[in-house]
């Protein structure tokens, strides 16, 4: 047991008076001090300006486009990318402040790559400019060890195929698409976040976990209201993927906010059906409402009990 959960079990059972809390937290450093508060401020507004210098760069050739001659518009985004990249050379390798120069030395690849395609009219296929852009950035996303980077390069990733696949004539596959891509890239972040230190940012795999059950599901909510497809596979894949997550996260690496989203995931493909076959019935809005509810508040009950257990 942890201190959080040792502190939080002694606080329920009245052994910590009321008044002695703080103290208690302030002891076991389980409340923020100024220094925690310093980094995650200080961080805050790397990202934040991180941001809103990229918009900026945004918002500029957006108003002065006609204004600009295409070299001159060439010339401003790449000295920004050689600016970035020089301040990061000049930087600690690993400071907080060039990861982000790297992130946005990222961000400003993709816009001369837009720009390029955009002064000169190449013609080229959409899906070709984003699988270029992940190229391209392949580099600072090995040296920069940045969770963030790797997660924008696995959107490109998935956004190239999935824009391939629909400009192919196969639209009825972008889910698929998503779901294999972020699915395996989730395997992969597990596999290595256990020699790498780095990677181990449960927000990260927690994000690539919501995207694969958002796409499953989306491919269930296909079949049950659009699709004439009778078969089962999809629903074989949905519930072999959501075992195995229950199996993974439940007992080798415990999550409640994983074991959260595939209640949820459950409770939406319980109600797809409910929607589809009861709705139209007497009474059918009111049977979903209450099915829901209660679902809901045994999803609640369950988690909670899996969280006490993991306290003790």
Sequence with gaps: MNSRSKITNYIEQGCIDKHDIPQALGLAHLSPEPRHWYKFISQLSYWLSAIAFSCAVIFFFAYNWDAMGRFAKLAVVQSLLVLAIGSYCLLPAKSMLGKMLLFTSSLFVGALLALIGQI???GADPWTLFALWALLIVPWMLISQLPALY?????????????????IGYSGFVYWVCFVISSFALICWELCSLKYKWLKQAWASRILLAISLLSINNLLAE????SQDASYWRWLVWGLWSLGCFFIYRFKKPDLMVLAALALSFIVVVDMHLVKYVLESAG??????GLTIAMGSFASHWLKTVGRQWNQ
């Design 120 to 122: 000169y009219q190449s």
């Design 151 to 167: 997660l924008f390069w696995i959107g490109l990733l998935t956004l190239s195929a999935g824009l391939y696949v629909d400009g």
């Design 223 to 226: 079949q049950v209201f659009w």
């Design 284 to 289: 059918g809005m009111l049977l979903i409402t």
